[in-house]
């Protein structure tokens, strides 16, 4: 919201989230039911960003790899430019990882930032008990991506 607010990007697009067996079996009903996406949606238009510019990327994902895959799907070759990815400090490398993967051979620049709220602090990250455990979630993610792991 920031970033757009500062005119940076036209459009701001938000990770579905995933989608459980119980969420899938209540829209097949046709029953409302908020996904994590349409939470982050709303949250991006009470802040001020006009509806018309905020998407959520269509069908579920569990894991960054995913998020990566589903927004080429979403956006063909030749349709963008240029992305930025705002994520976690600790996640950042593999995000980056993850998308330059999916979108560089289609000539798309990846811009990675880190959210102005994340209070981690990686240059210390053994001071802090969340540091310590976010340091230690990515490590093996990031290596399975680096093996050729992913969505």
Known sequence: VDHYKEAWPPAIVTSPGIVSALEAELQAKGVRYPRE?????DAVISSGVPGSVVT??????????????GFRRAHPAGSIHRLIVVTSSYHLRRAGYAFRRELGRDGVQIIMRPSRYDEAVPGRWWTRRKDIRDML???????????GLGE
């Open 37 to 41: 996406g349409d939470l982050a949606r």
């Open 56 to 69: 959520v990327l269509p069908g579920g994902v569990d894991n960054t790899a995913a998020e990566a895959a």
């Open 137 to 147: 979630s990515e490590l093996p993610k990031f290596a399975a991506y680096v093996a």
